[in-house]
């Protein structure tokens, strides 16, 4: 069961940071796209820059939160268009629903299927998929946005429409606060 469930988070992961990476990339010119990534990349290595950071950015200037609310559009248009191409589906056993952007609050729902193997398992399913989903977040590019004052929200259902469990990462999940 553990070998299918890091497979299936592999492939949900791969969908979420596909998203990101894009986000990323389209806020830089193609020349310096390489370089955004890298830079986001080292910033994310090292969680000391991140809070420091971060704590320029929630102690910003007017002048300068113009330019974090520009981030912030772009990040708005990449998750609009996530969206719009929804539900789809992640594997086998998985379908994504909605992502939705409230304030700072991004909510990811998803139905896993009734015969998706060991989903009687709850607690474990989500143990490990907590695991998963943070280390591979607070590792990549994307965990960038956490410092700009994002938090993702990942709703897990049955089919049935029964809640079946959640994940959320913020800032101080990746040790940026």
Known sequence: ???YIKQRSSN?????????YLTALSTAANADKTQALARLQNLVNNPQEAKKMRRQVLSASGE???RYNELRSVFEKELNSV????????DEYTTMDSA???GTNVAYKYTLSDNMIGIEHQKEVML???????SGFCTSPSAAWLIFGYEFFYFYYRKSGSYYGGIIIDAKTCGFE
Do not use: A, D, G, T
Request: glycine share 0%; net charge positive.
């Open 128 to 134: 490990e998929l907590n695991k998963i989903v943070k």
């Open 12 to 20: 949900h992961w791969l969908l979420v940071l596909c998203f990101f």
């Open 83 to 90: 969206s719009s191409s929804l539900p789809r589906k992640v």
């Open 100 to 102: 939705s952007l409230s």
């Open 64 to 66: 300068e939160q113009v």
């Open 1 to 3: 069961m553990h070998e």
